[in-house]
């Protein structure tokens, strides 16, 4: 599916920051902020962020700011977080791992369902709450239960096969953790984590740094 | 340190975006791409790219595109990919050992000299390459190794712990996977890797191709 109808992908990616940073708003028991405030937290500009804000809704008042429960609410709805998720994760080695053993995402209704691998067997695969299946097992547990998202963090050479077998037995998001580009019809959501972006980011700043 | 001097990071993220898929056509023996070619292949709009490769230097020529190999090279200096780093990691689990098993990290010239855990001898936590010292022993070793770059692959109540002893024995780099925010001072550049973020963009967009 094109990410790119409506409100730009840019702007629904600062949405879970919002989101983020008015739940520990909301830990700390603030329950009210200005575009200013929340700024100088965040980083972005008070416009920018009334601007994004605007995109979904009359959120805040002039003179009065946002209520933080009530923002955190919404944006937690148009993220689709007041919804439960049944999830597969393909791929039990160490991401898988760290993906399924996450309880944030558990909290937030990601509801992971079935792991599988190609070699469930080995010891380094086991998961402590939940038993690994054969990856030969995964079309027909797609066919007897409907999953809404699966995550593939599985070695680059088997993705695009797990992709596959995901994308012809209904599912119609997918969260890759492969490094590779996979090819998936327009229907399905696709969101690629690149966590050499995120390091190369990091060289650039500290190339830069010496550089000063 | 601040990260927006200079070139915006908008752009910065980019740039590792570019040099995944120049590398991507330099295996494909393709030596040479127009912007609107890399744009059909990206999905930026061609000016955009111009625009961004333009903050760096006078890539390309009218009528006749890029060189893609010149161009990937540039991109990776500017990345700082073509020196060494040493790097530490603290936090043997799951995203400890994944990010310490990644070859494309090293590849890169990410180096991971030592890592570290309050449990070094849990059997979950041992790494197949490299042995897990524990973590009273970091500052010690921070001592007697100039270190580069410090990840922090913590359960978020030691991370800050862990960034601190980190930046008082002189790393500038920090690229951080606890789900929480860091202080850090501002000569240090700090890049945290937030996977709840790129999982509610799933969602978002799961949630509204339900609404269409």
Redesign the interface.
Known sequence: ?S?D??VS?TV??R???Y??YLG?LLKKGINRISSKELSNLIGFTASQIRQDLNNFGGFGQQGYGYNVEELHNEIGK????D?E?KVVVTGA???G???N??R??RD?G?NIIGVFDKNPDNPRHAMRNMEVRDFDELENFLSENKI??GIITTPKDYAQETADIYIRNGI??I?NFA?I?LVVPE?V?L?S?????????????????ENE
Request: net charge positive.
């Open positions: 599916m990410k109808n409506q992908i629904i990616r949405l879970p920051i989101y983020r520990d148009i993220l689709g977080l919804s998720y080695g160490n991401l791992h760290a993906v053993s996450y944030g995402f937030a990601f809404d998202i119609k998001a969260w490094t580009d229907d959501v969101e984590v690149r966590l050499s972006e995120s390091l190369f980011t990091l060289s650039y700043y500290l190339k830069n740094k």
